[in-house]
């Protein structure tokens, strides 16, 4: 089934091209697989993500959305100069002013403004696609465009395609600040998300800036490098792989599956990534791993809630009489999953073992182990890592960072700061008070787990 990626504002859209990049590199690849394994990898991802035309051209799959040109203009020129794949030159939209990180400018002014134009692009990549999986929106929360227009967009799907799954990749601002009014802008985007998304991929600036520091080694950090970092993340979810259950094919409905193994429930929604290895490509060539290791530390980078392998902290344990002891003492937490879905990519993957997954320690008491876990596994490599691990968890890993933007933006709200620049476009105190109690609901729902 196909895919339609919707790149919403200039972080969406930078992202977007980054990602596309990403799967058409790795489509080409050897692999380091079967031929006839490789041909069928790269024949499910072109319908996943590309058109095809007559002459072979490859198209991606996608609406570009910005209030402002330039990033568009950019991103389709980066994607035409490759000479690999390009955008669709009539998908895409944009005028010539923003929203001023104003997430009221984006949801209640340009987004009804603009909703018609807007979703006949939609329409007409739908139209093109034999089977449509589902629609993936790639938006950020701290700006107004990507955070508001998106946030409008995403409604009007869930309108317009009821029956269609909706994924949301969402770019958690850093903590440092980016605009005085994100954390207002956060809370309007996850509360709203959360009535009209069937799950938020959640991905933290903060925790790939680390990423690209510590384990790319790479001193001047830029924003394209942050962008590669989530696109090799996202990749590792989105591109093809055997769901344990029908290990003959590739899964043909990737949204489906996703959703049906991590979101039982509606009132648990997001979703958190974790990758093993990451390195330099430097570094990669020097570097060898074996299943049982990489595994190893993915569980334990999951349970200690830490997104990078160096530095994990091995002391904490699934919540065992004897652990829940020592956590106390000496105040570590564990990170219990509602649901957990991993996916192994790459040479002898007949040897890699899920069975530590399994345990039923990890996971929320009212659901079964076995309804808990799932796994998707490939033989075929994935861009250029010889072998690779990911996992994608529901679990508490968002608790904390969720919890200190919703205080934050509290304690600006109790001021009434900043609060008339957003009433002026129409989003009245009553409806902030309405999306903090959502919020405060689900980060109560998250603690009981």
Request: proline letters at 4%; one cysteine or more; charged letters at 20%.
């Amino acid at each position: 089934m196909s895919l339609i990626t919707l790149q919403l504002g200039q972080c969406g859209n930078q992202i977007g091209y980054e990602l596309f990049s990403l799967i058409y590199n790795d489509l080409h690849s050897n692999g380091l697989c079967s031929k006839k394994e490789n041909e069928h990898y790269q024949t499910v991802s072109k319908e996943r993500f590309f058109n095809e035309t007559e002459a072979g051209e490859l198209v991606s799959r996608a609406v570009l959305l910005d209030m402002e040109p330039k990033v568009i203009t950019q991103t389709i020129s980066l994607a035409a100069q490759s000479g690999k794949w390009t955008y669709d030159d009539k998908s895409h939209f944009s005028q010539k002013q923003g929203s001023g990180n104003n997430w009221a400018h984006g949801y209640c002014i340009h987004g009804p403004k603009h909703q018609d134009l807007v979703m006949d692009l939609v329409r007409k990549q739908v139209e093109k696609c034999d089977r449509l999986g589902g629609f993936f929106n790639i938006m950020s929360m701290a700006g107004g465009t990507g955070s508001g227009m998106g946030t409008f967009v995403t409604k009007c799907l869930r309108d317009d395609y009821p029956k269609s799954l909706l994924l949301n990749e969402v770019i958690w601002p850093y903590g440092t600040g980016e605009v005085i009014v994100q954390n207002y802008n956060s809370v309007l985007t996850l509360s709203h998300l959360y009535q009209n998304s069937d799950a938020l991929l959640v991905h933290e600036n903060d925790v790939i800036h680390k990423i690209c520091s510590r384990l790319m080694n790479i001193k001047h950090i830029s924003f394209t490098d942050v962008n590669k970092v989530i696109a090799h993340q996202l990749g590792s979810v989105l591109q093809p792989a055997y769901a344990e259950e029908e290990s003959l094919h590739y899964s043909r409905n990737p949204f489906g599956e996703l959703m049906e193994s991590l979101v039982p429930h509606p009132e648990f929604k997001l979703l958190g990534l974790h990758n093993i290895p990451q390195m330099s490509e430097h570094s990669l060539a020097y570097s060898s791993f074996t299943w049982h290791g990489l595994v190893k530390h993915l569980r334990q980078m999951l349970i200690a809630n830490t997104k990078m392998e160096e530095g994990i902290d091995w002391q904490v344990q699934p919540p065992s009489v004897a652990a829940e002891k020592i956590s106390l003492k000496s105040g570590l937490r564990f990170n219990k999953s509602m649901a957990n879905l991993a996916i192994f990519r790459g040479k002898d993957i007949e040897t890699a073992s899920p069975d530590i997954f399994r345990d039923p320690s990890l996971y929320t008491s009212w659901l079964l182990p076995e309804d808990a876990f799932r796994i998707w596994r490939t033989p075929r490599a994935f861009n250029k890592y010889e072998k690779s691990a990911a996992i994608l968890s529901n679990s508490q890993c968002l608790l904390k960072p969720l919890d200190t933007i919703v205080e934050k933006a509290w304690n600006m709200f109790a001021s009434k700061a900043y609060v008339h620049q957003y009433t002026k476009y129409g989003i009245d105190e009553e409806e902030f008070l309405q999306c903090f109690t959502t919020l405060e609901q689900v980060i109560a729902s998250y603690s009981n787990l």
